[in-house]
């Protein structure tokens, strides 16, 4: 039965189209823009982070960016010959923008690596980064590729893509892929002697990692690296059979949450 | 005392949940979301850009965006020996979101670079970009390590960290760095086939390398990127062979605010 205060309300008919000016909200009103960062520890074996997110109240648009975790480098594994060297590829990139509303639940995770220094001439890709939630099917970004050690000179080589996903593929909007890197000693004289390789980085954010010997015992992977980046590998010059040097791992996946 | 235009206002619980739909407003009401870049001269030796900077009417939420300039690169310094260099590095990203209210004002400092091409063996590391404002405290992004020039070989090693971050230090939601540069020399003489790459900034990306087979002196001729670091100055022989480094990009700040 209709009351005072039912009667006193007004109706969407009453309120005139376009009327309403700034001036007559809120100033909180409508202003609920935010990000929100999920990663992993930036050292050495990163986990990465998984977690649950819950849309803030009046949140009605996402967009997810994610990027996955760097590949692992490779070990000096025992050699009889001389080896070269892939350097670990970088985390591939996805975007999607989903409608979505308050309350809602998410699960984010930031891929992690495979938690060791790898001995062997190939270690571990990157874990995949991937959110599972309303309005989402199947949206994950690839982690980055292994880094490779080998005494086929044969197949010294360019770079070349290793994750041959297309623009709107692992159900984002646009997803890039990233490119193994090159093998090292492309301009070098000898089989053994001055190494150079460069790991790839994550698509989108750009980092640089370098590593080169010219003459070494062994040089293990030392470093972490940036988000995303592929891992540092091991590299020695000689022939010997216990020159097990250990591979770095690779940097943590990365998710980016940008809401309204 | 009420009146009749009091009495004729409309009240909040006057307004049942959710007849007031997007066709109600104001083509412009509520639609404010923009971005704001702040960013030095980018050419050599830049200055950066510092300014004040107000929350317009209307804006309750900003995101911050910040990049340190990059380093300076290395000059060929005076040497008896040859030289092996490694690239300078991309200055660091920061990011904040907070909560402001309109006409609050921040100080925003886009860093430049010291000014002047390096002669020395190492260059400078690149100036620090920041805000200061209501909301913020310590936010900042560190410039990009400088490049170096280096007789001493035992050293010739990977790309590694310049400064050790965590992601929400220096008064941020996540921030992150890159390597500088790795060491040049791989190849099979101490003086010939020197090769490096000054690093870029993180979300940024420019790429830029260096090298040189024989070569008496090439200095860092070419500007840099933004939040890039600086080209050395580099040379294959042993005597006078003082070369300029080129310096870093400068820094930057985006604002994203609604």
Same mark, same amino acid.
């Given at each position: 039965?209709?009351?005072?205060?039912?009667?006193?309300?007004?109706?969407?008919?009453?309120?005139?189209?376009?009327?309403?000016?700034?001036?007559?909200?809120?100033?909180?009103?409508? $202003?609920?823009?935010?990000? $929100?960062?999920?990663?992993?520890?930036?050292?050495?074996?990163?986990?990465?982070?998984?977690?649950?997110?819950?849309?803030?109240?009046?949140?009605?648009?996402?967009?997810?960016?994610?990027?996955?975790?760097?590949?692992?480098?490779?070990?000096?594994?025992?050699?009889?010959?001389?080896?070269?060297?892939?350097?670990?590829?970088?985390?591939?990139?996805?975007? $999607?923008?989903?409608?979505?509303?308050?309350?809602?639940?998410?699960?984010?995770?930031?891929?992690?690596?495979?938690?060791?220094?790898?001995?062997?001439?190939?270690?571990?890709?990157?874990?995949?980064?991937?959110?599972?939630?309303?309005?989402?099917?199947?949206?994950?970004?690839?982690?980055?590729?292994?880094?490779?050690?080998?005494?086929?000179?044969?197949?010294?080589?360019?770079?070349?893509?290793?994750?041959?996903?297309?623009?709107?593929?692992?159900?984002?909007?646009?997803?890039?892929?990233?490119?193994?890197?090159?093998?090292?000693?492309?301009?070098?004289?000898?089989?053994?002697?001055?190494?150079?390789?460069?790991?790839?980085?994550?698509?989108?954010?750009?980092?640089?990692?370098?590593?080169?010997?010219?003459?070494?015992?062994?040089?293990?992977?030392?470093?972490?690296?940036?988000?995303?980046?592929?891992?540092?590998?091991?590299?020695?010059?000689?022939?010997?059979?216990?020159?097990?040097?250990?591979?770095?791992?690779?940097?943590?996946?990365?998710?980016?949450?940008?809401?309204? | 005392?009420?009146?009749?235009?009091?009495?004729?206002?409309?009240?909040?619980?006057?307004?049942?949940?959710?007849?007031?739909?997007?066709?109600?407003?104001?083509?412009?009401?509520?639609?404010?979301?923009?971005?704001?870049?702040?960013?030095?001269?980018?050419?050599?030796?830049?200055?950066?850009?510092?300014?004040?900077?107000?929350?317009?009417?209307?804006?309750?939420?900003?995101?911050?965006?910040?990049?340190?300039?990059?380093?300076?690169?290395?000059?060929?310094?005076?040497?008896?020996?040859?030289?092996?260099?490694?690239?300078?590095?991309?200055?660091?990203?920061?990011?904040?979101?907070?909560?402001?209210?309109?006409?609050?004002?921040?100080?925003?400092?886009?860093?430049?670079?010291?000014?002047?091409?390096?002669?020395?063996?190492?260059?400078?590391?690149?100036?620090?970009?920041?805000?200061?404002?209501?909301?913020?405290?310590?936010?900042?992004?560190?410039?990009?390590?400088?490049?170096?020039?280096?007789?001493?070989?035992?050293?010739?090693?990977?790309?590694?960290?310049?400064?050790?971050?965590?992601?929400?230090?220096?008064?941020?939601?996540?921030?992150?760095?890159?390597?500088?540069?790795?060491?040049?020399?791989?190849?099979?003489?101490?003086?010939?086939?020197?090769?490096?790459?000054?690093?870029?900034?993180?979300?940024?990306?420019?790429?830029?390398?260096?090298?040189?087979?024989?070569?008496?002196?090439?200095?860092?001729?070419?500007?840099?990127?933004?939040?890039?670091?600086?080209?050395?100055?580099?040379?294959?022989?042993?005597?006078?062979?003082?070369?300029?480094?080129?310096?870093?990009?400068?820094?930057?700040?985006?604002?994203?605010?609604?």
């Amino acid at each position: 039965m209709a009351s005072y205060s039912s009667y006193k309300q007004i109706t969407t008919n009453e309120i005139v189209d376009g009327s309403l000016l700034d001036e007559n909200f809120d100033i909180d009103t409508k $202003k609920n823009f935010g990000v $929100k960062w999920v990663f992993g520890s930036p050292s050495p074996c990163t986990a990465g982070c998984c977690c649950l997110w819950t849309v803030p109240n009046y949140v009605r648009r996402l967009t997810f960016e994610i990027w996955g975790a760097g590949g692992n480098g490779h070990g000096a594994c025992s050699c009889r010959r001389c080896h070269h060297w892939q350097g670990a590829g970088g985390g591939s990139y996805n975007t $999607k923008t989903v409608g979505t509303s308050p309350g809602c639940q998410y699960t984010v995770c930031a891929g992690g690596v495979y938690r060791c220094y790898s001995r062997n001439c190939t270690a571990c890709n990157g874990c995949t980064s991937y959110v599972n939630g309303y309005n989402l099917s199947g949206f994950c970004a690839c982690g980055g590729d292994t880094g490779r050690a080998n005494t086929d000179w044969n197949t010294h080589c360019f770079s070349y893509n290793w994750n041959c996903n297309s623009a709107g593929a692992a159900g984002g909007d646009f997803y890039q892929r990233t490119m193994t890197p090159g093998w090292s000693s492309a301009s070098a004289y000898c089989h053994c002697h001055n190494q150079e390789v460069f790991p790839g980085s994550a698509a989108v954010i750009g980092t640089t990692v370098g590593q080169g010997v010219r003459q070494c015992w062994i040089r293990c992977g030392c470093w972490s690296v940036p988000y995303g980046h592929g891992g540092q590998g091991a590299m020695t010059v000689f022939c010997g059979s216990s020159c097990c040097g250990q591979g770095g791992t690779g940097g943590s996946g990365l998710v980016k949450i940008t809401y309204m | 005392m009420a009146n009749y235009n009091s009495y004729r206002q409309v009240k909040g619980d006057q307004i049942p949940d959710g007849v007031v739909s997007d066709d109600k407003l104001d083509i412009t009401a509520r639609h404010c979301f923009c971005t704001k870049w702040i960013y030095g001269c980018a050419c050599r030796c830049s200055a950066g850009c510092c300014c004040q900077w107000t929350a317009p009417t209307g804006v309750r939420r900003v995101f911050w965006e910040i990049w340190g300039a990059g380093g300076n690169g290395s000059g060929a310094c005076s040497c008896n020996r040859c030289h092996h260099y490694a690239g300078a590095g991309g200055g660091y990203y920061n990011s904040k979101m907070i909560t402001t209210t309109p006409g609050c004002a921040y100080t925003v400092c886009a860093a430049g670079v010291y000014r002047c091409l390096p002669r020395a063996c190492t260059g400078c590391p690149g100036c620090t970009s920041y805000v200061n404002g209501y909301n913020l405290s310590g936010f900042c992004a560190l410039g990009g390590w400088r490049g170096q020039a280096e007789t001493n070989w035992s050293i010739m090693c990977f790309s590694d960290w310049s400064c050790c971050k965590a992601p929400v230090s220096w008064g941020g939601d996540f921030g992150m760095g890159n390597h500088r540069g790795q060491w040049s020399g791989p190849w099979n003489c101490h003086c010939h086939y020197m090769h490096t790459r000054p690093t870029s900034a993180p979300f940024i990306g420019a790429e830029a390398e260096q090298k040189i087979h024989v070569c008496w002196i090439r200095c860092g001729c070419w500007i840099s990127p933004y939040g890039s670091g600086g080209q050395n100055a580099m040379t294959s022989y042993c005597g006078r062979c003082c070369g300029q480094g080129g310096t870093g990009g400068p820094g930057l700040v985006k604002i994203t605010y609604m």
